[in-house]
């Protein structure tokens, strides 16, 4: 059964397969360039290839779009591997690198050059630059542009062989100088570079284009629909031209709309700068917009596809809330996270009659929705912390929480009431004196007596110190892409790290593990935890606060 066409691409890919259109065949890839960790804008990429092609019966490749041999790394690999599987996908063994594609591209160039569908060209790059033209100036033919093919084929393989110096020659398609569009004006097919390349060495010191490289793979990999963002449209023109001429199978490119999100950069460059430059901790750096801080901070794969869908797929550019991303994580953390207490701004809270040294521990569920989460371990005593803002001396009328002579219910414990206050010689409160109803145990009367304020809290002998993170947007401004310099609109104060009290069972949670605090948020165990303290990273606060 093919779903219901739900957009622009959708509709394309079901109209193709029911006109028999590559014998009903769908193939796509995900082809990111290993230079850099991936990010929402890729998770916007990869839920519509991988997703396409398992809504369609189709197949999406992963391909390691590595013909650049500068940038990339095998820490970069690595970790696109890691962030794709995390997020659902899987690829089986349709892993490939464009890499094992250079003898292929190098037969295609030979091709076009027997075809006279290109030449060596001997200008220097600003010259190529200055023949180019421009939007409203038709560009000029190179003087080189009327090598024999014999010339040509020689210069091509003297280029690889390495005779050549970087920037002395490049191999250009032969197409036409006036085109209206600048891409086709005789487009750079091929340069040298004399570098490494992290997969194939010193074997290759020419290296082709984008433009070149990437129909070529597309169309090698049986490729049906090449997704792209909408920066590429220019570029289909030439994608088709080369498929084309090469009689090859003849991908379709289709262009979409890049995800632009508020309050953060969407640029591999610019996530670098802020990598290399120490603006942030590292790659996975919980506010960065990558995948790897997208899951340190606590956002679940399940979140971000269902980011992914609602933000959909259109040709029309836009810019969407980082806080519908934070509506996507609220929405499944409150269906799979137990409920547990801690304490971020302690106040001292005496039980005047509980008895000295008496500590009772609670069964207490882990989910009051759902019981099969199970249950944990709480310990209730005479001394306990409460959050500081749940008391206030002088109290509204609507307020519900602590203040003195107020009863309230500490959650599935006790009804207290709050005698009196003890202040320090500067006359700020360091402690409320209360008393319990030993009859409301469990966090219930009989006597149906309405207590409205329910707060959170921890018994202070068993409480556990924990380091919180508590983050905030890294920029301070909607569109930081929009300034002549990102950096100068960094949140300075994105990142508050804050000394929690926390109940045994919380510090007893693994590494990984995303828990609500109750009445406070979301929040996940930290990989810079250790034996003695606990650290979380706050997700998303409970409701919407910006
Ligand atoms: P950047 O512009 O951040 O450097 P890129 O486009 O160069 O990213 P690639 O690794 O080449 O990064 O991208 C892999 C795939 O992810 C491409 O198909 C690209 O179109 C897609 N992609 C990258 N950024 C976005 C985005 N913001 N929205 C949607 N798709 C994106
Ligand atoms: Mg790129
Ligand atoms: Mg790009």
């Not at 191999?171 to 390349?197: E, F, G, Q, W």
């Not at 836009?318 to 996270?337: G, K, P, Q, T």
């Not at 401004?477 to 990142?495: G, H, M, R, W, Y």
């Not at 303290?533 to 606060?545: A, I, M, P």
Request: proline share 4%; charged share 30%; with cysteine.
């Amino acid at each position: 059964a093919v779903k219901q066409p739900s957009d622009f691409i959708r509709t394309r890919i079901q109209t193709d397969l029911l006109n028999g259109k590559n014998n009903g065949r769908l193939h796509t890839r995900f082809p990111p360039e290993p230079n850099g960790y991936l990010h929402l804008g890729h998770a916007k990429s990869i839920c519509l290839n991988f997703g396409v092609a398992n809504e369609f019966n189709g197949l999406c490749n992963l391909r390691l779009d590595d013909t650049n041999p500068t940038k990339e790394e095998v820490e970069y690999v690595d970790s696109i591997r890691n962030d794709v599987k995390w997020l659902g996908f899987s690829w089986d063994d349709r892993e490939f690198f464009a890499s094992d594609y250079f003898e292929f591209f190098y037969e295609q160039a030979v091709r076009l050059i027997k075809m006279d569908k290109a030449y060596v060209d001997s200008l220097s790059a600003d010259e190529i630059r200055a023949y180019r033209g421009t939007l409203k100036e038709p560009g000029k033919n190179s003087p080189y542009r009327n090598r024999s093919i014999e010339e040509n084929l020689d210069l091509f393989k003297r280029m690889r062989n390495g005779e050549f110096e970087d920037g002395t020659h490049v191999l250009r398609a032969k197409i036409d100088m006036s085109s209206p569009n600048v891409v086709m004006r005789d487009p750079t097919l091929y340069r040298i570079r004399k570098v490494a390349h992290h997969r194939t060495g010193d074997k290759w010191c020419i290296y082709p284009m984008y433009d070149f490289a990437h129909c070529l793979s597309d169309s090698h990999e049986g490729v049906t629909h090449s997704l792209c963002t909408l920066e590429f449209e220019n570029n289909r023109e030439l994608y088709d031209w080369v498929l084309e001429n090469l009689e090859l199978f003849r991908s379709q490119q289709i262009e979409f709309a890049r995800l632009n999100i508020t309050r953060t950069v969407l640029s591999k460059r610019k996530l670098i700068q802020l990598v290399q430059e120490k603006h942030v901790n590292g790659w996975d750096d919980p506010r960065m917009p990558t995948l790897s801080g997208l899951r340190r901070r606590g956002c679940t794969p399940e979140a971000l596809r269902n980011f992914c869908s609602r933000i959909g797929v259109s040709r029309a550019d836009n810019m969407v809330e980082y806080s519908m991303l934070e509506f996507c994580m609220r929405e499944h953390l409150n269906a799979i996270a137990p409920r547990l207490m801690a304490v971020l701004d302690p106040i001292k809270v005496v039980i005047e009659n509980y008895p000295e040294g008496q500590v009772e521990w609670f069964d207490m569920p882990l989910d009051p929705e759902d019981e099969s989460k199970g249950k944990r371990k709480v310990p209730f005593g005479r001394t306990l912390f409460i959050e500081r803002d749940d008391f206030k001396e002088e109290a509204p009328k609507k307020y519900h929480r602590l203040s003195v002579g107020k009863e309230v219910r500490l959650r599935y414990a006790y009804y207290i009431v709050c005698q009196s206050v003890v202040k320090n010689e500067q006359g700020d409160i360091v402690e409320l004196r209360c008393t319990y109803d030993p009859a409301t145990k469990g966090g219930w009367s009989e006597d149906g007596r309405k207590v409205k304020g329910t707060l959170h809290w921890v018994e202070a002998e068993n409480a556990v110190k924990a380091e919180v993170r508590l983050y905030d947007y890294l920029f301070k401004v909607d569109n930081p892409s929009a300034e002549d310099d990102f950096l100068t609109c960094i949140n300075q104060d994105s990142l508050k790290k804050i000394e929690a009290y926390i109940e045994p069972a919380l510090n007893q949670r693994e590494i990984g593990d995303i828990v609500q605090f109750e009445r406070l948020g979301y929040f996940r165990k930290d990989e810079d935890s250790t034996q003695n303290k606990s650290v979380f990273n706050r997700t998303v606060g409970l409701k919407e606060s910006w």
